[in-house]
């Protein structure tokens, strides 16, 4: 098999995207829901012409009817020259016509197959090639081929066929029963295997979404597994499992952002190829796919505070936490400086930590931008946040908006007493005399020419000024003052707003924001302008 795969570019403007299929090659499709994954499947399964092609569709039957099989050798070529017409239409994306013949013509194949290598067998004893009728004997027969696939794949089910030509399963040692009776992931796994394992050399598998109803610590080995022994053959396999492509690391990924469409009908697609040999790590490697082409890297978890609310106000961006801002550091810059990913622009946000203008230029370089403010919570509990959310409870519950708000910060307030200052003051100084000391630790250079001798390092806290300064905000009741330069969440002022805004917890409160956030363009912009040189920069169109 030898086909160049013609991806037209949208409503087929500028030339398409190319990508070899022949004998052994694997490609993998990823995108989000509704981006154009299976119209893309169904396009290719159009252009094939006459090459031999298997769709496994994404909305395939998961149930068998009964564990016999009813063809006769020609029905099951006519239901297949049907099946195969009938995949190269349109409305195939979503509507199967032929979703129980499809069970019977694999669960008939396996059986077939297996029944060809007895005869064979058979008829070479009969011919007095007795050698030749041990070898064939000695090579996994396609029933073992299938049972090797589904303990490979971690499934206790083996396969046998009864004197009656009935399929039947067993579970280890237990009693075999019909395999109808086996659970859908099961099933499933089944009539993947067997569609594949019983094709003729030299076919095409289109298979969409190879994940339904498996886990992936099935679909995985089992793919790996199917992909070695039909190396014969060619797959492209469309999946929404971004890590899935990591069974086969060999394999390009087509990365499809959108589809544009005439009618019912996708007609281009706007697709990034990830080729294979990219040098980039695992991590950053999943992070890629499926992600759109300017990925924000954060500092925390995705469970911290900082994911949703960047998601609510970047909606154009793909937002990938990685702990710490070493982690942001190193995902920028490798990305950046990785051939083959120049449709890819990483960014950077880390908290700015005392660092010098110099220091934040040259980061601004490089794709790094620095906030301003101390950490998400600064913009949760910002006085525009607090105001924001304040008229929507306001007219909740019929009160004075203006009221409410004010009442919120002066609890806010209240929970700064003199040893939360304190506390707050020695937190920020910490941590600007951790970054002095670490900037005056000498390099190996210096350790080498002084031979060893004591490291002398000398830091003066800030603490001081910094207590002054805190004290000076909460006596100007000055929110932002406050929140922007101080880690306030082990404080009691998150809960004291929330409660005062008459939510019953501060997630409830700092998921208010987030949805107002997603809805409302105007308090979205008052946010993001929060953000500084990261909110200027996003704000210019992307470079070509």
Known sequence: MNLTWRIPNLNGEGAATEIGLADGAVVFIVGANGSGKSALVTHLSKSTGTIKTVRIAAHRQSWLSSSSVDLTPKARKDLQQNITQRDRQDDSRWKDDYAQPRTQVALFDLA?????????IHD???AGEDDEAKSMAMKPSPLEAMNDILSVSTLTVRLSIHEDGDILAQHGDGPTFSISLLSDGERNAVMLAAQVLTAEPETLFLIDEPERHLHRAITEPMLSALFEKRADCAFVIATHEPELPGCNPAAPVVIVRRCSWAGNVANGWDVDVLQPGV?????IRKA?????????????????????????LFPELSIKPTGSCTEVLRSVSGLAGTDGLHWLEPIGLIDRDDRTDDEITT??????FALEVSAGESIFYSS??????????????????????NEA?????AMIDEEACETLAARRSEKSARNEALSQLPDWRSIRENGGQDIQVTVQTKYPAELERIESAVADSDMDAITARYAIKRTGLPTAIS????????????????TLAKKDGDFRDLLRAKLGRLTEYLDQPPPA
């Open 112 to 120: 077939n197959a297996q029944n060809a290598v007895s005869r064979a």
């Open 124 to 126: 070479l004893l009969k």
């Open 279 to 283: 040098d980039i790590p695992d991590e």
């Open 288 to 312: 890629l796919l499926g992600s759109r082409r300017r990925i924000l890297f954060i500092e925390g978890e995705t469970q911290s505070l900082d994911y949703p609310l960047m998601s609510a």
């Open 363 to 368: 980061l601004e370089a490089g794709g790094i």
């Open 384 to 405: 525009d946040a607090i105001g924001a959310i304040a008229s929507q409870q306001a007219a909740f519950f019929g009160i004075d908006s203006a009221g409410l708000s």
């Open 409 to 413: 910060v002066s609890a806010g307030i």
């Open 499 to 514: 409660t005062a805004l008459r939510f019953s917890n501060r997630r409830h409160y700092e998921e208010a924001v987030v």
